[in-house]
């Protein structure tokens, strides 16, 4: 499974973003997805997941009520719409696929960059 995440960009805090990850190679319909971030300097950190129905999500206390994971089945796409953003959301955001612990995961994808300015 090859995954592309694209829709980063730079925004003013309070803006929002929404990020999409394409997957091709195989279906990800069966896969649990997630989104992860990392900032410079900073560990890797989950930021979202959504089951393989798209029936159940689980999101990071930092960014609840904020953003919101979704998917498309038939596209094979994941997307993370981002809202109120704040400048401790600047890092780079990484799609996976095939979720085998909370934060372990077997198809990671290349990232897009996220930057809020305050």
């Known amino acids: 499974v090859q995954l592309q995440a694209s829709g980063g960009g730079l925004v003013q805090a309070g803006g929002s973003l929404r990020l999409s990850c394409a997957a091709s190679g195989r279906t990800v319909s069966r896969y649990t997805m997630g989104w992860f971030r990392q900032a410079p300097g900073k560990e890797r950190e989950f930021v979202a997941a959504i089951s393989s129905s798209g029936g159940n999500t689980n999101y990071a206390d930092s960014v609840k009520g904020r953003f919101t994971i979704s998917r498309d089945n038939a596209k094979n796409t994941v997307s993370l719409q981002m809202n109120n953003l704040k400048p401790e959301d600047t890092a780079q955001y990484h799609c996976?696929?095939?979720?085998?612990?909370?934060?372990?995961?077997?198809?990671w994808g290349q990232g897009t960059q996220v930057t809020v300015s305050s």
């Open positions: 996976a696929a095939d979720q085998r612990t909370a934060t372990s995961f077997t198809f």
